[in-house]
């Protein structure tokens, strides 16, 4: 089996898959603070509970965006795997990438744009709702050429939270109605349809700058994409990410 790891500021996923089928998940926070032998023993007892064994893997594959927790990833899988882990680079993706320094970009992003163009055909967005929002665009052309990057709404929330004496912690939610009669609604408000607000209008402009002519797909993904991708009519698409990963030429190797 394929362990496929998508490594991301707040949480990693780890999914055993066999061929392009996911046998199992196990989401774990990204503690750049934690050992090896601690994600071991965490990733290994929760697969365990699933039915499936670390030792099941033959090959182990990154997608990363915590340079910081790459080390202990890798010692990790050097000290229990038979294989060491491959991070995947942008030779990996198959993707031509138009921008001037390709390896700053996040490999989470190219990985979601190969894996929509797979999924979906060319031209294609990519909107990520994670710690933050990202759009990533695949031209015509089946090239990705850049996209956006702002805060995610969890992101805002605690910000606010945190520098509002008076304003307390709430679940991020579609409210309602837009007018809220209380402060806990009037918050979900703000976010919700703030952040619904700021995503109608950088489509808007993204694909007035970019497809003036044709329409693209768009899609979503994320772990609160559900919550935005019905009011913007897109679908949403879980686990794209780690489907990236399969598709990628890193997880042929």
Same mark, same amino acid.
């Given at each position: ?5 998508? !490594? ?7 999914? +055993? ?7 199992? /998940? ?12 601690? $994600?071991?023993?965490? %990733?290994? @007892?929760?697969?365990?509970?699933? @039915? ?24 990790? !899988? ?52 994670? #710690?933050? #929002?990202?759009?990533? !665009? ?21 910000? +606010?939270? /945190?520098?509002?004496?008076?304003? &307390? ?12 009669? #209380?402060? /806990?609604?009037?918050? /979900? ?6 952040? %619904? ?28 994409? &559900?919550?935005?991708? &019905? ?14 990963? $399969?598709? #990628?030429? @890193?997880?042929?190797?």
């Amino acid at each position: 089996m394929l362990l496929a790891v998508d !490594v991301g500021n707040s949480h990693t996923v780890f999914a +055993l898959c066999q061929g392009h089928e996911i046998r199992a /998940q196990v989401r774990i926070p990204t503690d750049t603070r934690t050992t090896a032998d601690v $994600l071991w023993v965490s %990733l290994s @007892g929760i697969l365990a509970l699933k @039915g499936f064994s670390l030792g099941d893997v033959a090959r182990v594959v990154v997608c990363s965006v915590v340079p910081a927790y790459d080390r202990v990833l890798a010692e990790m !899988v050097d000290a229990f795997c038979p294989h060491s882990a491959h991070f995947l680079t942008t030779q990996d993706v198959g993707l031509p990438i138009d921008l001037p320094h390709p390896e700053t970009v996040g490999m989470d992003r190219l990985v979601n744009a190969a894996a929509a163009k797979a999924l979906y055909g060319a031209p294609v967005i990519v909107i990520d709702f994670g #710690t933050a #929002t990202t759009f990533d !665009v695949v031209t015509a052309a089946g090239c990705y050429a850049g996209g956006l990057i702002a805060p995610g709404p969890e992101v805002s929330l605690r910000a +606010l939270a /945190q520098a509002a004496a008076k304003l &307390p912690m709430i679940s991020l939610a579609p409210p309602p109605k837009v007018l809220g009669k #209380t402060t /806990q609604d009037a918050m /979900q408000s703000g976010l919700y349809y703030g952040y %619904l607000s700021m995503i109608e209008g950088l489509l808007f402009r993204l694909k007035a700058e970019v497809f003036p002519d044709v329409d693209p797909a768009v899609i979503a993904t994320g772990g609160i994409a &559900p919550l935005f991708a &019905p009011a913007l009519s897109i679908p949403s698409v879980a686990d794209l990410t780690i489907q990236g990963i $399969l598709k #990628t030429e @890193g997880a042929s190797v």
